[in-house]
C-alpha cells in the first residue's frame, strides 16, 4: 500500500523561510514524476513545483519562481521544497504527489495519483 506523507510545515513570519519534506512507503520516488500543490480556503489547488522522473528538470510557476526549490533526495526517498521569502499569500495546506509520467507539470494535478495528506503552512504578518 502506497502512503505519502509531508511534513515541515508551520506558523513563520512574512520573509521567513520553511522546508517541506515528502517522503513515501510502497513507492518509490526514483520512479515517478513529483509535484508539490498547494491549496487555500476557497481557492484552487494549483501546482507550485514539480520535479521530472529523472530529475533533471524542475518546475515553477511564476508566483513562486526564485523564491521556492525543490529537490530530491533518492536515497532518502525524499523530496523538499524549500520556501524562502515567504508571503502571506503562500498560506495554504501544502500536498505532495507522484506521478507515473516522465515529464510533470504545475498548470495540472490530473496525472498525479498519490497524494499525500498535507502539511499546513501559514505566513503571518
Known amino acids: 500500500q502506497v502512503q505519502v506523507v509531508e511534513s515541515g510545515g508551520g506558523l513563520v513570519q512574512a520573509g521567513g523561510s520553511l522546508r517541506l519534506s515528502c517522503t513515501a512507503s510502497g513507492l518509490y520516488f526514483v520512479d515517478y514524476s513529483v509535484g508539490w500543490f498547494r491549496q487555500a480556503p476557497g481557492k484552487e489547488r494549483e501546482g507550485v513545483a514539480c520535479?521530472?522522473?529523472?530529475?533533471?528538470?524542475?518546475y515553477y510557476p511564476n508566483s513562486v519562481k526564485g523564491r521556492f526549490t525543490m529537490s530530491r533526495d533518492n536515497a532518502k526517498n525524499t523530496l523538499y521544497l524549500q520556501m524562502n521569502s515567504l508571503k502571506d499569500e503562500d498560506t495554504a495546506m501544502y500536498y505532495c504527489a507522484a506521478s507515473s509520467k516522465a515529464w510533470c507539470s504545475v498548470l495540472s494535478d490530473r496525472d498525479f495519483h498519490y497524494w499525500g495528506q498535507g502539511t499546513q503552512v501559514t505566513v503571518s504578518s
Open positions: 520535479i521530472t522522473k529523472n530529475g533533471e528538470a524542475t
